[in-house]
């Protein structure tokens, strides 16, 4: 946990050095995006990057970054990578605007209601079990590819439990072409490009139809029946505004198309970098297996069993940090304003990065070293230094929903299994709509308790 932070009364702004003449900073950053921006903070607290033609500005400091995302109606959802997103999943809660935001996350928040979440695990840890029932001694196995899949089927199943095999919709591909087209658009947001008849752009297009055509029989199936089958399609059918009014099935596809890549991409990519981070640190994985095998006893883990398991929910925290899967958002000056002292003009784009915050030594002491047992203390970091799930008002809605699945999946796996990385090139983050461990194989040994 952060034992060194300490507000401050002055914030210094600059330019990141280093730009090129029409390009500015963005051939830096697509080399290696993620390790780019860490090192922003290293130049000040407000650092203003060229991207091609266009102006943004990075906030390096947490207590700009808590401004930023608590004060929604100044710094409105918006900006290059916001924009991207927009695009291709619509007016979603993670996309829309601050004028829309409040009706729709007070019509989706009971989706999310405590009480709904024992229900969501119990088809998570069916989900997980059947997914891991096919899996066989000495397997070798992309990793990332085989969390995804499981990710995946944890998702639909807890959007769609109606359908008969909501796990098994063709959602994969589809999900996984239109995050990995979203993460180009993010990095490369030249004007025009996206509507370049290439290969890739064909492929996320055709990916788009795809999802509106699953969500819009779904939906029309749904309707039809007028049944609560108590997963998240059913709450999105059945929510009311202040004036009674529904969800419209365009406003249905976007929350559905949010909730899949919300529960899928990100969920998968920390379980990947669990493991990762598991297989270079063998006592930490010792203690999660003594953990396991003293609460589960060899059964599968279930909701009532997280609060018995801390090393496991600590792991994922520790994980959250040093991979957040959002690792890069923007926000855009809804008017003329300032940020640390410094002015910004309406229409301003300004990005901040829960990466960079949770590499900062003055934040979390040994910053780059994995370490789950630093929160062990009670104290909780200030107001924008970890932010997995954002802050304020939008803050991320499903953050219990993960975190439990990602707890589920790791102690269900761990209790069974071991993963260990094959030898190859090294682990590399992979740019994507998420951080995501690139490449990863490993060799699945069962435990033998």
């Known amino acids: 946990m952060p034992t060194q932070y300490r507000p401050t009364a002055h914030y210094t702004s600059v330019t990141a050095p280093g ?105 998570m840890a069916e989900e997980i079990a059947g997914t891991t029932a096919r899996w066989r001694d000495g397997d070798v196995v992309d ?64 990916a788009r139809r795809d999802l509106r055509e699953i969500t819009r029989r779904l939906t029309a199936d749904y309707r039809a029946a007028g ?71 060899g059964r599968p883990a279930c909701h009532q069993d997280l609060p018995a398991l801390p090393l496991t929910a600590r792991i994922i925290s520790e994980t959250l940090r040093l991979y957040p899967p959002a690792w890069i958002l923007s926000r855009t000056a809804a008017t003329d304003t300032e940020l640390g002292g410094h002015p910004l003009p309406a229409g301003a784009t300004i990005l901040y990065s829960p990466y960079l915050l949770h590499r900062r030594a003055d934040l979390f002491p040994c910053p780059d070293r994995f370490d789950p047992d630093r929160w062990l203390t009670t104290a909780r970091p200030a107001p924008g230094v970890y932010t997995p799930f954002g802050l304020g008002a939008r803050r991320c809605i499903g953050d219990a929903f993960g975190t439990t699945e990602a707890a589920l999946a790791l102690a269900g796996i761990a209790a069974h299994w071991t993963v260990t990385p094959t030898r190859g090139r090294p682990v590399r983050p992979h740019r994507s709509a998420s951080l995501s461990p690139r490449p990863f194989t490993a060799t699945l040994a069962r435990r033998i308790r």
Request: aromatic share 4%; net charge neutral.
């Open 19 to 123: 730009a090129l003449p029409l390009l500015g900073h963005a051939p830096a950053l697509l080399r290696n995006p993620p390790d780019f921006v860490a090192g922003l903070a290293a130049h000040g607290d407000l650092v203003r990057l060229r991207l091609g033609p266009l102006d943004a500005y990075v906030a390096c400091h947490p207590d700009l970054v808590r401004r930023l995302l608590t004060e929604d109606r100044t710094f409105d959802k918006g900006g290059v990578i916001v924009e991207k997103a927009r695009e291709a999943f619509g007016n979603g809660l993670a996309t829309c605007p601050a004028a829309a935001h409040r009706r729709q996350r007070r019509m989706l928040q009971p989706a999310f209601h405590r009480d709904r979440l024992p229900g969501y695990a119990a088809m």
């Open 227 to 297: 049944t609560d089958h108590h997963d998240l399609l059913s709450v999105l059918l059945g929510a009311r505004d202040e004036d009674g009014r529904g969800l419209s099935d365009e406003e249905i596809h976007d929350q559905v198309v949010t909730f899949l890549l919300a529960g899928m991409e990100t969920t998968a990519a920390t379980l990947s970098w669990a493991w990762t981070l598991l297989a270079a640190n063998p006592a930490v994985r010792a203690r999660l297996h003594t953990e396991l095998d003293t609460v589960l006893d």
């Open 143 to 206: 990793v990332p590819a085989a969390m995804y899949r499981l990710s995946t089927a944890v998702t639909a199943r807890c959007l769609f439990a109606a359908h008969e095999r909501a796990g098994s919709l063709p959602v994969h591909a589809a999900m996984d072409e239109v995050a990995h087209g979203v993460a180009r658009r993010m990095m490369l947001p030249l004007p025009g490009a996206d509507r370049i008849p290439t290969p890739g752009n064909r492929r996320f297009a055709r």
